[in-house]
T-cell receptor, first 112, second 116 residues
Framework: EAGVTQFPSHSVIEKGQTVTLRCDPISGHDNLYWYRRVMGKEIKFLLHFVKESKQDESGMPNNRFLAERTGGTYSTLKVQPAELEDSGVYFC??????????FGPGTRLTVT | AQSVTQLGSHVSVSEGALVLLRCNYSSSVPPYLFWYVQYPNQGLQLLLKYTTGATLVKGINGFEAEFKKSETSFHLTKPSAHMSDAAEYFCAVSVPGSGNTGKLIFGQGTTLQVKP
């Protein structure tokens, strides 16, 4: 069984540019989560999808962040325009029953 | 609201010594508790979890944790450290129930160094 995959693994962009991160969950997992770890801080929840619907967006920092989940399969997280404080590692996780989440390797975003 | 505190951002032990990583939580309802490990350049991997039932939970790679409600703790232990245990460890909580999303609240992480 393939695990959660994320693309790209690293991204370096300039302030003001746009970046789109992608997450492919484990097949059949309806629940998809995005988390972020800013340097030196704890991993923080961003949002939760059930299939294509957003269930909880309470962790999204501001309206520069837009998450979508097309057809309830893969998800994208777009940051537009990127700011310096957006740098960090973005993790995606998927779950079948919400009791256990399977994490991807993360995307390291650096905004210069 | 839930919160998690991991005591010690860095812990160093000798190979063969006891590993003890501390985690205390705060939750208004009985939570689910988790320990995840992140090896270099990899994603988070579940070590063990507590949902209900037996308070001593055994996980992978010889790790275990005990849920102590009276102390609001969920410390992670391993009797004998191995060099391959060097990694970053995260304690996390979630609120169970059909009305909850299952989102995880993480502690700050503890980096375990194992010295030969």
């Amino acid at each position: 069984e393939a695990g959660v995959t994320q693309f790209p693994s690293h991204s370096v962009i300039e302030k003001g540019q746009t970046v789109t991160l992608r997450c492919d969950p484990i097949s059949g997992h309806d629940n998809l989560y995005w988390y972020r770890r800013v340097m030196g801080k704890e991993i923080k929840f961003l949002l939760h999808f059930v299939k294509e619907s957003k269930q909880d967006e309470s962790g999204m920092p501001n309206n520069r962040f837009l998450a979508e989940r097309t057809g309830g399969t893969y998800s994208t997280l777009k940051v537009q325009p990127a700011e310096l404080e957006d740098s960090g590692v973005y993790f995606c996780a998927s779950s079948q029953d919400r009791a256990r989440q399977y994490f991807g390797p993360g995307t390291r975003l650096t905004v210069t | 609201a839930q919160s998690v505190t991991q005591l010690g951002s860095h812990v160093s032990v000798s190979e063969g010594a006891l590993v003890l990583l501390r985690c205390n939580y705060s939750s208004s309802v009985p939570p689910y508790l988790f320990w995840y490990v992140q090896y270099p350049n990899q994603g988070l991997q579940l070590l063990l979890k507590y949902t209900t039932g037996a308070t001593l939970v055994k996980g992978i790679n010889g790790f275990e944790a005990e849920f102590k409600k009276s102390e609001t703790s969920f410390h992670l232990t391993k009797p004998s450290a191995h060099m391959s245990d060097a990694a970053e460890y995260f304690c996390a909580v979630s609120v169970p129930g059909s009305g909850n999303t299952g989102k995880l609240i993480f502690g700050q992480g503890t980096t375990l160094q194992v010295k030969p």
